[in-house]
């Protein structure tokens, strides 16, 4: 009887106010914290330490008296059996959360894959495309099912029908398929291998993108027909006659010549510097890119000084502070509609090829194109900046004047 009278009672745990701890009997304690809050605990040692299990609050979330008696019941049980209460429930929790993350769809996945990385992406076009592509090719098929439920025949039925005549679509939203269920199985969403690599994977299911993947240069101007032309846009004074103008100069790619900005520019030693963050490249990789003026660009960028808006050479709205590629290529597209910006750069690389004898690597230089070869980078660490020079000195002739050159200097290598 004496025993019993130690026992709590209902009436007695809602009348306890002053803090400290209140047994119950076998292991189980009432918890009463400064503030008034009460909470269950069960007391055990375990290697001659004492610790303490939370059993739930009292009066929040109705763990009442007679309930926290059975949990205590419970972790007595589990220690019978040598189990240690904290560790039991903290894996029974994990593997819990694991089946709710696991019914996630691919979708939900996809969508906080892209939420994850937008930071690494150079610009908002590109999250765009990863999103547009899913949405387009994928999410019909696999956006709805829970993503432990893809496997490699639902992605090969995803992918079969762009992969003869959309290949380089179709092998980019494999990719994007790859890196979703990468991440998922990373967080637990999903076990086992991804069913979306290539190699062991899906290249069982579908032929290599080298055998049938047929590259379509985009549509470039004959270089024989770049004097004619260029002679048409210098009598034009817009803005997006003087971008196109510049971009056909430098060569360089459509963001990088119509976010230029004046302070980028040297023309006392003729230099204009493209910063890294407005390069092609994967993000963190890129160098700045220094192209050499010649007196044909330093005239184009003295005559944007009339439209220049907060330091842009080719302003464009007071959202975009810089001209749209759309804005230049209707400039373009007056007169030539099935052509596009970026083929200017292959007329030029087309021209230097074919009317000069300056090195490959020279003429690649002028386009920031990347060496693929190792060995290659290796040796070449150069830029060929003064070789460059000259290069574009012979190009800004020959789009003034074309063949009327001196075909002599077209031998400087």
């Known amino acids: 009887m004496a025993k019993q009278t130690e026992l709590l009672t209902d009436i007695k745990v809602r009348k306890i106010n002053k803090p400290g701890r209140y047994p119950d009997g076998a292991g189980l304690y009432l918890q009463v914290t400064t503030s008034g809050g009460k909470s ?19 009066g929040t979330n109705n763990v009442e008296l007679s309930l926290a008696r059975e949990r205590a019941g419970n972790c007595r049980r ?24 696991k019914g996630k769809t691919f979708k939900q996945c996809a969508e906080e894959y892209i939420e994850a990385h937008k930071a690494k992406w150079s610009n908002e076009k ?8 899913l ?9 709805n099912l829970p993503v432990e439920e893809v496997d490699s025949g639902l992605i090969e039925r995803v992918l079969s029908p762009i992969w ?7 092998t980019r939203v494999r990719q994007r398929i790859e890196a979703v269920l990468s991440r998922a199985i990373v967080l637990n969403y999903r076990e086992g291998p991804n069913p979306a690599v290539w190699r062991g994977g899906i290249e069982a299911l579908l032929p290599s993108p080298k055998d049938i993947h047929v590259v379509t240069h985009q549509p470039a101007m004959k270089f024989s027909e770049i004097p004619t032309y260029y002679k048409t846009l210098r009598e034009k004074e817009s803005v997006s006659s003087l971008a196109l103008r510049f971009l056909i ?24 510097t493209i910063p890294a963050d407005r390069m092609k490249g994967r993000k963190g990789k890129t160098k700045a890119h220094a192209v050499p003026l010649t007196d044909e660009m330093i005239s184009i960028v003295n005559q944007t000084e009339p439209h220049r808006r907060r330091g842009f050479l080719f302003p464009g709205t007071a959202k975009n502070p810089e001209i749209t590629d759309t804005s230049v290529r209707k400039t373009l597209l007056r007169t030539h509609p099935d052509l596009t910006i970026h083929g200017f750069r292959a007329t030029f690389r087309t021209w230097a090829g074919d009317k ?7 003429c690649e230089a002028c386009l920031a194109h990347t060496i693929e070869s190792q060995l290659e980078k290796s040796y070449q660490r150069g830029t060929f900046f003064e070789k460059r020079r000259g290069l574009m000195e012979l190009w800004a002739d020959y789009c003034l004047n074309g063949d009327a050159v001196n075909r002599t200097r077209y031998l400087r290598c």
């Open 249 to 272: 100069q430098t060569c360089v790619r459509s963001k990088e010549g119509r976010g230029a900005h004046i302070d980028e520019f040297d023309l006392d030693n003729k230099i204009w």
């Open 135 to 143: 949405k387009t090719y994928v999410y019909p098929t696999i956006g």
């Open 126 to 133: 590109h999250r765009q495309q990863w999103t547009n592509t």
């Open 356 to 362: 000069t004898n300056y090195q490959r690597e020279v």
């Open 78 to 101: 589990l220690r019978s059996d040598g189990i240690d209460p904290i560790q039991h429930f903290k894996t029974k929790d994990l593997q819990e959360t694991i089946e709710r993350l």
């Open 164 to 170: 003869y005549n959309k290949n380089e679509t179709a």
């Open 40 to 58: 269950w605990l069960y007391r055990y040692k375990k290697d001659g330490k004492t610790h303490w299990k939370g059993l739930g609050t009292y």
